[in-house]
């Protein structure tokens, strides 16, 4: 019965990782139709917490506890500086495929931290798997392909990006300890991410004239809504409540390297949406990602151990 329960846990991060796919896709969609980088990151987050907040009203044993405001304080933070890192490589000059290469240096970065404040074990499995996984994200994007030197402000700043999503697995495995429901968790790392995304867009106002990426305005067309809150379900709500569901019963590092098959999933949805070719690269590098998650998951079955 442990196995059947662990299997079920991997198998409710693999979907998670699967949707989160859409993210990216999403939010070329999203910036095709006119939207700006803010406006696509507030009211994502602000849709997945008001879509939750009726169940912690029925159920008020997921309200976010006094103790844990400062929890979820911090971890709204790492999401809100998550995102404008995401895309704040990008707006540097960086090309997308580095910035999300440098993004997806994730696996290494929680396997670290995953040590160092969880007291996770350093196996070398877990190691070669994210090595494995990494090199699959670079056959993905082909970025050697890349021709421009781009701003070493933006590589840095995208590189903080793969810490931060790290820090963000990393934030979500803490509050499964922290016996902390999925429901909960959710709620609480999107609507504190909002707050956060409105007090950084006040400051970076301030720095930034660029239209594409600061204006903020609710006078959108009433399908743009529509498109606004399925982006928010399918790329929020189902795959936050399955992965941190999901992270019941598994550890950060592993959660970290399960995470890299997003790309692959948004490569292919990339290719349906917006006739991106799929390569051999991107089919070699898709399938030594899963082959990385397939090493971390017999691993972790071969040595069951109740959380």
Do not use: C
Request: charged content about 10%.
């Amino acid at each position: 019965m442990k196995s059947l329960s662990i299997e079920k846990e991997y198998l409710y991060a693999t979907i998670a990782a699967i949707l989160y796919g859409t993210i990216t896709v999403g939010g070329q969609f999203f910036i095709n139709l006119g939207l700006s980088v803010f406006e696509i990151s507030i009211y994502r987050s602000l849709i997945v917490s008001l879509v939750l907040f009726p169940l912690l009203l029925v159920n008020r044993n997921l309200l976010i506890k006094k103790d844990m405001l400062l929890f979820f304080t911090i971890y709204g933070l790492i999401g809100g500086l998550l995102i404008l890192a995401q895309f704040g490589g990008i707006a540097l000059g960086v090309p997308v495929a580095i910035v999300v290469l440098l993004l997806y240096t994730q696996p290494i970065w929680t396997i670290v931290f995953g040590k160092l404040l969880l007291n996770e074990e350093i196996t070398p499995t877990k190691m070669i798997a994210a090595l494995i996984a990494i090199l699959g994200v670079l056959l993905l994007l082909k970025s050697w392909d890349i021709k421009s030197t781009s701003s070493f402000t933006g590589i840095i700043v995208s590189l903080i990006g793969g810490i931060l999503l790290s820090l963000w697995v990393i934030w979500g495995r803490k509050s499964t300890i922290k016996k902390q429901h999925f429901i909960t968790t959710t709620f609480g790392w999107t609507g504190f991410s909002a707050i956060w995304l409105l007090l950084l867009w006040a400051i970076v106002t301030s720095l930034v004239t660029q239209n594409s990426l600061i204006r903020l305005t609710i006078h959108f067309q009433t399908e743009y809504w529509l498109y606004l809150l399925i982006y928010a379900l399918v790329g929020g709500v189902i795959p936050h409540l399955f992965f941190f569901r999901g992270f019941q019963r598994i550890h950060a590092s592993v959660a970290g390297i399960i995470l890299l098959l997003e790309p692959v999933s948004a490569s292919i949805l990339a290719a349906i949406f917006f006739a991106q070719p799929l390569g051999i690269e991107i089919i070699i590098g898709g399938a030594l990602i899963l082959l990385s998650n397939y090493f971390v998951i017999r691993e972790a079955n071969q040595s069951i151990e109740p959380f």
